[in-house]
């Protein structure tokens, strides 16, 4: 009977440490695709004021490697 009980402890021990470790990883993925919509905003915006040839060409390549990042995080 007591090794049933510890068993039972060392497996919610377990279970609870596994949890509180993938909840901080949906926090963290869920600041990084806000961080990453925000960046795609941001540049967006700028797009639209107007911008020259070679710096149109920098935001099309960084939009680029943030809609990846945004398919990646934001599921």
């Known amino acids: 009977m007591r090794i049933r009980l510890i068993i039972l402890f060392g497996l919610v ?3 609870s440490f596994y949890s509180h470790d993938s909840l ?3 926090d963290r993925t869920k600041a990084e695709c806000e961080k990453t919509k925000q960046k795609i905003s941001k540049i967006e915006s700028k797009m639209r004021q107007g911008y020259r040839a070679s710096e149109g060409v920098k935001m099309d390549d960084e939009l ?3 809609r990846k990042l945004r398919s990646k995080y934001c599921r």
Do not use: C, G, K, Q
């Open 64 to 66: 680029r490697r943030l």
């Open 13 to 15: 021990a377990v279970m």
């Open 24 to 26: 901080s990883r949906i």
